[in-house]
C-alpha cells in the first residue's frame, strides 16, 4: 500500500519510474575434471609421466617468475612442462615425485577455483 501511494504522489508530481536493467549473473564455473584418480604411465626405465588438464590456472601453477613451479619442481622431485596453449601440464620423474607433484597442482588449481567461486559469490 505505502509503495502505491509513493507511485501516486510521484505521479502527481511528474516524476516517471525509470526501468533499471540488471546485470545477467556470471554462471558458474564448470567442476574441475576429477584428475585425483589419473595415474602415471611408468615406462621400462621406471620414470613415470603423466600429463593433467589445467585449463585456465596454467599461471597460477607457474607463479610470479615460475616461483611456484620451481618449488613444485624442488619439493617433488619431478620435472613440471606447463603447456599454456593446450592447457595442459606434463609431469615426468620417479613415481613418487610424479604423485608429489600431481598432488600439489591438484591442490594449487582447487584453491584457485574456490576463490574465483567465492568472489564470483561477493561481487553478485
Known amino acids: 500500500e505505502a509503495a502505491k501511494k509513493a507511485a ?19 554462471k558458474p564455473m564448470p567442476p574441475p575434471p576429477n584428475q585425483a584418480n589419473a595415474t602415471a604411465e611408468v615406462d621400462g626405465s621406471g620414470q613415470a609421466s603423466l600429463k593433467l588438464e589445467i585449463g585456465e590456472f596454467a599461471g597460477n601453477i607457474i607463479g610470479p617468475g615460475g616461483s611456484r613451479i620451481s618449488a613444485i619442481q624442488e619439493a617433488s622431485g619431478a620435472k613440471v612442462d606447463v603447456d599454456k596453449a593446450t592447457k ?3 609431469i615426468s620423474g620417479s613415481a613418487d615425485a ?9 591442490d ?7 576463490q574465483v567461486v ?3 559469490a561477493k561481487r553478485s
Do not use: Y
Open 98 to 106: 610424479v604423485a608429489k607433484a600431481k598432488e600439489a597442482i591438484i
Open 88 to 90: 595442459s601440464c606434463t
Open 8 to 26: 501516486e504522489e510521484a505521479a502527481a508530481v511528474g516524476d516517471e519510474w525509470k526501468t533499471v536493467k540488471t546485470k545477467r549473473k556470471k
Open 118 to 120: 567465492e568472489l564470483g
Open 108 to 114: 594449487i588449481i582447487g584453491s584457485q577455483r574456490r
